[in-house]
Each structure stands twice: as structure tokens, then as C-alpha cells.
């Protein structure tokens, strides 16, 4: 399924070097002022070309909205966001087909979908796909309204010193990864379920779906493995259920508690590092010493990001109007 | 929604000091030999009171079978496990209810469900519900046949050597977490999707579902986000996909790749330590040191990789039938 | 899927000769006052052994809640309702196997099964799991709170006058069919939604659920095919939406418009009529006459218009969770 | 919800008078030959303007496919149909706002979107969006491959024979419904499932999505409450389950037998009629007469047939990918 949420869902479609990508949203509630202008601002965040270590490849990434919208408002009715496709050079990856690149989905997409995958640029499987996803966090964004939704890059490569990192990958000329981590602030109590709909669980499941994560912790997180219980609980001190401490990372039992969320995410490095690799030649059967074609970032972390507040922003939209915090008409 | 699954769909109900705990299964395929005994050797794994660490309360924890088995096989209809409760002493929480536990879902459920929730020992919100959990899973892996899932405790309260670990909590008398660690073999190339239903987002989904699960990370983890793009990819070896290194842990493009998956979960200290704490008196409105009655584990990450296998199972039993690897029908 | 329902969501389990029949209730909203004796009024209606042509097969048909209720409430976690099968006469059935009953799911139920299905009294396909949606039915009325649900037989074997129709199968020593109207008063203006949520396609799923039915039709239904546009358009006479003609039953464009909901039913005789009837003897491949043995209704649809009334309720408790009119924890 | 299935999955969107129609396809099996080509029998169908009784609107109706095919053959990634609406009058109907068209969804729109509704020419809730249902019911039909599926209007305004019906509609200046029969022949014997999914369940709940829809039944139908059971049971002839007669047509317990898969249902007289009528004028608060403007059909039901056989065929694709009847790749 390339879906995801109960009431506010969102549907992806697309391929890097196809016609075009895109989401369709149903459930987004009447009456939300909309425009694409309140898309640029997140798409700008995401697109590569402007800082060291982005992929020059540059989309123009204007937002076409084709359903939904009438005299400037959301009606009801589905959303479709449309990209076009105009900057691709498929035939840098036609050459490579038959050498699937390690940390791609190629070789198992083919094994998959028995070889009828677009496997251009990676086809569905694509980071292209994030862009349609950073405008529907845009738009949930405006939903979730008072909700204030943080994401940084912490460290890269190793290095707390952001710039530090990508000199260090430059000066390398190879690849690396990274840390974001997201805070989130105003937040209602209770949001979420026992359970299968743990905020956590929600979104952990989305954050997932973003491509080149490879780990989340709430919190604390890992390193609350390694404390005692009496140093991680954080104490209640009021009836707003503030806390003194904050190790939960603003979640109890799977639900909000009125502090900070507060969650990290491992990147991993960009696969498509420019060193020399070895992969399995399809074709001969042979292993080869190959080097990747195309454009790629040499830290995808960099524009990670704003999909991740994307993802967030999705799914508390999604379980604000389950929970019906928000109506399904806005006033 | 207290279920999980698309196929093979499991609902949990149930609260720790009510009537009963149990789960409700759809889409089991028919034809699968099955009886209270095939569950027998996984409940006995998540039993507290056998190991210094674990809780003394002991309930019988027999699964009863209410419906969809006939002559020892299932039937294609819905499998009630029904368990019931008898070893409760909801006294013991009654009393403490004014003061909402730190740690626990106390303060937010009763935010949440307006006070109406059943509060005695976590209620709804209590791990005695990973009981039903751990009895689906065990159906779960005879579904999915000859896949192994391994799932150990590599690390507690910083400790690799375990034992150590819980002494040094029994000795500081208070509570600790630990690291999970979870291996799966076996498994075909492709399983899982792109983006939404990638098997880290349903993987992560339903770890998370688990109570006391603060990070999850797959292969190389958090650590792949210091490592450069030329070391951290997995050169494919062979036709059947084999990689050299496996940092990715068996999942690319949200897809495994039959190589062996690898995920750790960290598991915070448990919320109910013996030692005094601090947290607000409801009723008087101000802030009280107290102590935890009721009967604890003081590391309740003992008991989990029981639980993170049975849900791995789950994830996996519903992605082989949707995927069609395995039948609606046994034969 | 055995299950139904976005938000308020039932999920039935149970075998007319196992051990139970029952339902798992997700989703219903907390602080609902709720006990046994509020199921007691419907699920005596929906009892056998009343009146002529009604079977003699009784169980005592008592509800238990398992999970879900505290202190006379509900606690917003899922409810269980149990009822225990204690009045089965399996060995009628045993000997019949080898000849599917015309009518009966025995032959496709065999075919889709493998074989696996408990084919005792029509096992999970039976009548009997109309019980539990009965039960569901009444917490959902509960819910829907001043909103007016009202089914009864309107015809039995084509006669308007119930009775008259009785007597003929009586008579005829034959079973014999019925027409059930529905009618719903109370409802809000604009429920359900265009396309794939309409209102009747919620409704018609749910009924086409019940066993025997065989057609439904809202407002004037099969007659508006005759009709003229002019004839058939019910003019608009106030702000409230309410119309001179109700020839729509109270749905325009998918969604209530205020007005009487008006459906009905056609419930087939039952199947297990007790005249001789002709099938395959699956053993000897060759024709057999045979005469059902068991205990029947001449007419089912007698039981059937409160079963109906539960699934409308059901259907519409759903809907009005979905769309905020009744909230996740009632005051 | 604007989305239907659970395997092979479709979500709408569009408006009348908006940019576009079309239709996401989500779960479709790779490797199927696939072009416009393939679309346009079944558009040209539905089509207005070829014979007497339908609107003189003619839209291209070209469909473009934006995502999910490659090579001609889909991929298994989502299929985005769209189709541009160009011919459209809007001044027609915003001139008509204030006075809700009796039968259309004009009032209840208004009320349930807060007046965002794109309200020319019914919006969202225009039957111009049975135009991508049929594009998405020619590939559905294109998947279950040897399955036929007809439907045929076997009635207007009362007459069976259709011409006769439609010159009595001219002749009287008015709109007529009709009666359209579906009949399915080729499925396989077990095909959907007790209660929730069953066969009918599914079918009606996609047949009511469809515009104008006022009643369904299956086999015998609404006569059947008027027979006895000994005439109404269908004897098993043979060990394919084929039967003496059909009045089940083609269901029982919820699942195929095997035999012809019939059912028929009611379509309204178009609401459009060309006649006066009268409504409310919801700005004056008083009723008035009107003559309804835009190009409108004198009998939808024309091209009901076509819609019916699309949601059909979307009903089975997804049930026979479910029950793995056909698989994830075509080889």
C-alpha cells in the first residue's frame, strides 16, 4: 500500500524518471485556506543544489494542485498534488542496469516485480517521492495549526559541527550520514492509543517510510538502556502534567503527555557514494569494480530533514481529527 | 484501534486486574494444526518469577481456545484466545490512585478517557496484554514455517554480560533497562513495499506497540550515521542477492534481501522501581515522595524478547499472505 | 475480514456448534453506561421459540462482558461480549455432511476451506452469529443516542398481513420468506459521504451481512425505475431540508438529508425448509432426495428486523464517530 | 472515504467543473500489458451524446496515465489516471446556487461542507466521476481475465423494451430511470466470505457509490419473499456445485457457487428533469418554481450499464487478489 493514515490519508504516486510524482489527500477537513504557495517554503528546504554536498540536479518542483480546491479553500473533497518530471537523464541509468547498486533498491525491486519495475533512478522507490510527501506535511502543517514541529540535523558524519561533516565527507569524496532530531511543542494530553496506535508506533511506521533511516529513539532512547529506573522517570509536577525531567521524550503508555516530543533518527550515507564499489554484474554473473553515474547528494541527510517533519505533521493531522481535535469543516 | 494486520489480523483486548486478557485473530489460513500447547513454551519464556529480576505474581496464564480450531486444525474463521485473570490485587492500586505513577500511563489515560479508564494496575494500558501478544505470535511462527526469529537480551542496565546487569540492580535496588537484539532467517527477497509498508515501518510499528520500547534500529543502526557511503554499503555478492557485509541488517528499499534481518530495540528501566519517588498527589494538589506497591520486574527487559519475536512473527505471517507466500489454505 | 466499521468497529467470532459465539467491540466511546440488561430487550427479540413458525432451539443466549466495562462504564478500551453455545445437537449435522444442503454455504463453505471448516449446524456461516451483532447493535442504539431505529416485517410470503403468511407456510408445511422495512428518525443532515462512503453503501454492506437477504432497496427503490424525474424529485420546503415526497428515503448524493431513512429487505425462506428436497451425495456422486433434519424456522425473516436494526445502528454509530457528532469519551 | 478495496485499491477525485477527473490505482499486479488503448471501448460507452436521452456535453475523455506504467506494463507501483475536463459552462450553475436542486446533492453538500463545496455541476459528488470508475473497471476487468461480465439495461421508465422507454420520456418532456441487470459468468466456486465480505456486501457497497442507485438485488431478488423454500432452493446438480436453477444467483453464504453471478438494479429518473419543479430558494427563504439549465441526460440509465460492470470487475480484481487467485506479478 502507498498509503498511509485513517482519516487524514495520504496516497503517493510517482517514479523519479517517470511522467511525474505526486500525492492525493482525502479527509482533509473544509474550509483550510490553501494555495501552493504555502507548499514553497518546505519544497525549498528539501531540494538539493544549494549547499555543498546536495545533488545539482535541480527540479523546477512546482506544486499543481488539480482537485480539491475552490476560490482559494479546501472543499472536502480529495487533494491531488501533481509534480512534473523535467529534469531526468534516464539514460544514465540505463547503462547501469544491469550492475545493481549496493544499498539501492534494485536488485531486490527486480527480484520483487519481476523485472516490470521502473527501475530508472530508482523508479517508485525513489527520494524524488519525499517531494510530494513535503507537501502534504506542509499542508498538515496547517491543520495541526498551533503545533510547532522542529526538525534539525544534529550531527553528520560523525561530527556534531554540521559543516565540519560535510568538509570531512568533501575532503574524502565519499558519502556519509547523519543525525536529525525533532522536537515537537504544543502538543495536546492523550494524544495517540494504548497499543497499536502509539504515537510512537505511528510514527516510527512513517518516519520508516522515509528512504535511508535506519534507526529512531523517543527520548532518551538507546541510552535509556543503561540508566536505573529511578533516574529515568520523569516526575510529575503539575497538574498540566509537566515534568521535571523529560527522558519519556513527551510520550507515556503510547500517548502524548503534554511535554516536548522529542525524537532522533540515524541517517544512513547517501548510497550512491562517487568511490568505487563492487556489485554483482547481472548479466555476466561475474563481480565488478563499477562507479556510479547520475547525481546524488553526498549527504542525503541534509535534506532529511523537512521530510521528517513532513511525516510527523501527517501523523498528528491524522490523529488530531481522529481524535477529534479538529473538525471536519474549519470556521 | 487496538488491531494489527492487513490479512492476518490480530485485535487484543483485555485489562490487567479486569476479567480476563486475550486476542482475537482473523485471517489465520485454514488447515494449520494448532492447540493450547503450541503456545505453551513461548507463555513460559514471558513468565515473570523464574529469574531473579521478575515479578513474583504468577498467574496460571493458560490459553483457552473459544473458537475458529475444529478437530485440532483451524477453520479459516476468527481464533478467540481468551486468558483469564486470576491472581490480582487491585487493593494495592486502588490506594495509590491519587498519585499517577511516573513512567506509567496513569496521568495521561485518566486525561485521555475522561476517567473513565480502568486504572487498576495499568488496565488497559498494562503489559499483562503482551500475554496475548506473545500467544498470537507463537501461531504466527508456525505460519511462517521455516523462518527463524531469535530474539535475545544482549545488554542490560549497560551490562553485555546480563547477569551482571541485574545483580548490579539488586544491588542498587533500583530498576534497569537493557537492549533486545533480534535476528530473522530465512526470509525471501522482496518482502515488504516502498515507502508506506516498507518492514521497517511495520517492524518498527509494532515494537513500538510494546510497552517500555524506547529506540529501534535495523543493521548497523545509529552507527551508520558515522560511517562513510563506501564502507556502510553491502557489495552483492551473488545471484541470490548475498552481500559481503550485511550493515543494511536484510532490509533495502523497505524491502528484505535475503540476507539475515537484524534489528535491536532499547528497553527503558522499569517504571516501577522500588526506590521512593516523587510525583504530583492529585487530590491534594501538591507534590509527594512515595514508594510503589504491587508486584514488579526490576528489569522488565527480561521478558521481552519473547515479545519482540511474537510480534515480529505477526508482521511477517501478514506480509507472506498478502504478499501470497503462503496460503489462505494450508495443504 | 469478520470485521466493520472505520471508527466503531465489531468484530465477530464463533461457531454455531463450537464453544461460543461473540464480538469485540473497538472503538466505542468511553463513560457509556453499560451492562447486560441493556442487550436483554433486542436479544429477546431476535430468540427462536416465541412464536408459531420461530425454532425451537433455545439457548439461554446470556451476554457476558469480558473486557472493557469498569464500574458500570465504558472505559474507551475494546469490549468484549461473550456467549456461550450450550445447546447444540451436533450429531444431527455429522450425519448429514456428506450431503451439502441446497441453500446452505456446506458446498462452497467445503470448497473455499479446503475441508478445515467446522461444518457443524453451518459452523461460522450459521445465523447464530447474529446474536453477537445483535448485542453490538444495542451498545451502538446506546451510542446514536435520540436517533429512532424501527424495522418490522412488513410481508411474509407475499402476504401484508404477517400472520396470514405464517399460516400459509403452516399450512404448505413449507418455509416461506418476508419483506423487512427499516425507518430511521432523528438523523442530522449531511452523514456519510460521496461515492465509496454513501450512506446506502455502508447500509447495504452491512445488511448484505445478515444471512437471507437478498435485495434492498432505499425510499421508493425498485418503483423510482417506473417514475418520471418530476414525479420522483422531492421538492425542498424549508432551511431544514425537509421535502414534500420522501420517493429518496432520506439520502441525496450518498448523504442523509434529514428526512425518514426508509430501506427494505428481502429476507429468502429458509433454507432448511422441511420438505423433501433433491442434492449431490459428494460421497456416491450421485443424487439423493433427503429431508433436513435440525431445528428450523419456517420463516426467518420473523428474527431478522431486529438484526437489521443492529446493523443500522451500527453503520450509523460509526458514521457519527467519523464525523465528530459524538465524541471519544461521552460527559 | 473516497477509496474502495483492500488489495487492488481505488481512490477518486475530481470535479465536475474543475481542473480534472480521475483515479489512483493502488496494488495493481505488474507485469499487465497496459495503454489508453486499452480504456476507450468502456469510455466511449458511458459516453454522452450518441443516442437520443443523453447529454450533448462531450468531453474528450482522453485518459493520460501519469505514473505506473513502464514499457508498456505496469510496474506494481500506483497507476494515476487523469483526465482534463475542458467542456465545461459553469455560469450554468452558479446562476442556480441558491436554489438546491430537488434530488441532487446541492443542500446536503452545502450543509455537511460548511459551503466550501465546489458546488458547480454537483462538484465532487458529479456523475462525472463514473468516468474514471470505468477506466479503472476496464483494467479490474483486464485482471480477472476470464471472468465475463455484462451488465444490460433491461428496462426504461417501466418499459422493457428500451427504445419504447425512451421515446415515451421525449415524448412526455421528462427523465426516466431503468433497470439494469449485471450477469458474471467464469468465477471461480468460494470467492468472498461470510458476513462482512461477502460477495453481495461488496458489490452493493460499490454499486450504491454509483449516482442514482436506488436498490440491489441478487438472483430472485425481492421475489423471492414471495416463494417458498422448496421452489427457491437451487439443488446441486453436480460436483462443480452447478444447480438445477439460479435464484441465488450465483451466492450462497455470502460466497460464489460457481454458477451465473446475477443481479439488477434500480437507477431513479435522472433528477434533472427538463420539467418545472420546485424548491426552496435558500436566499429569499422562499420556495419558487425553476427550469433546471446545464445539459443533463433524459435517461441516466443509458449509461449506467457500463459503470455497473466497472465496479463490478473492481470488486472481484481485489477479491481475487486477496484470495490469491491471481498474483502480485503476471508472468
Given amino acids: 500500500m502507498n498509503s498511509f493514515g485513517q482519516i487524514f490519508r495520504i496516497n503517493i504516486f510517482g517514479e523519479s524518471h517517470g511522467e511525474s510524482v505526486g500525492i492525493l489527500i482525502d479527509?482533509?477537513?473544509?474550509g483550510l485556506p490553501l494555495g501552493p504557495?504555502?507548499?514553497l517554503a518546505d519544497i525549498e528546504r528539501r531540494k538539493g543544489g544549494q549547499q555543498p554536498g546536495t545533488t545539482p540536479r535541480k527540479e523546477e518542483d512546482a506544486p499543481h494542485f488539480k482537485s480539491?480546491?475552490?476560490?482559494g479553500k479546501t472543499t472536502g473533497a480529495p487533494i491531488l498534488i501533481y509534480f512534473e518530471n523535467n529534469n531526468t537523464r534516464s539514460s544514465d541509468y540505463e547503462k547501469q542496469r544491469s550492475i545493481p547498486r549496493p544499498g539501492h533498491a534494485d536488485f531486490v525491486a527486480a527480484k520483487k516485480f519481476?523485472?516490470?519495475e521502473d527501475y530508472r533512478g530508482s523508479g517508485h522507490f525513489s527520494g524524488r517521492l519525499t517531494l510530494p510527501l513535503v507537501a502534504a506535511g506542509a499542508i498538515a502543517k496547517k491543520i495541526v495549526g498551533a503545533v510547532r514541529i522542529e526538525a534539525m540535523l544534529v550531527e553528520v558524519g560523525g561530527h556534531?559541527?554540521?559543516e565540519k561533516g560535510i568538509e570531512h565527507a568533501i575532503a574524502n569524496k565519499d558519502?556519509?550520514?547523519?543525525?536529525v532530531e525533532c522536537r515537537v511543542n504544543g502538543l495536546p494530553i492523550g494524544l495517540g492509543e494504548p497499543f497499536f496506535d502509539a504515537t510512537e508506533s505511528l510514527l516510527a511506521h512513517a518516519v520508516f517510510a522515509v528512504p535511508a533511516i535506519r534507526g529512531i529513539e523517543f527520548g532518551t532512547g538507546f541510552a535509556a538502556a543503561k540508566m536505573f529506573g529511578s533516574e529515568h522517570n520523569d516526575a510529575i509536577e503539575d497538574s498540566e502534567g509537566a515534568t521535571r525531567t523529560n527522558h519519556a521524550g513527551g510520550i507515556v503508555g503510547g500517548l502524548t503527555n503534554g511535554n516536548e516530543l522529542v525524537f532522533r533518527v540515524a541517517v544512513k550515507p547517501t548510497s550512491s557514494t562517487p568511490k568505487e564499489q563492487r556489485s554483482l554484474n547481472t548479466s555476466s554473473g561475474r563481480q565488478e569494480e563499477f562507479v556510479i553515474k547520475g547525481r546524488h547528494d553526498l549527504c542525503i541527510a541534509l535534506r532529511v530533514p523537512v521530510v521528517i517533519e513532513a511525516v510527523t505533521a501527517i501523523v498528528l493531522?491524522?490523529?488530531?481529527?481522529?481524535e477529534q481535535r479538529i473538525g471536519r469543516v474549519l470556521s
Fill in 175 to 179: 558519502s556519509v550520514g547523519g543525525i
Fill in 68 to 71: 480539491g480546491l475552490f476560490q
Fill in 37 to 39: 504557495e504555502d507548499l
Fill in 114 to 116: 519481476g523485472g516490470f
Fill in 317 to 322: 493531522a491524522d490523529l488530531f481529527m481522529r
Fill in 160 to 162: 556534531a559541527d554540521v
Fill in 27 to 30: 479527509g482533509c477537513p473544509a
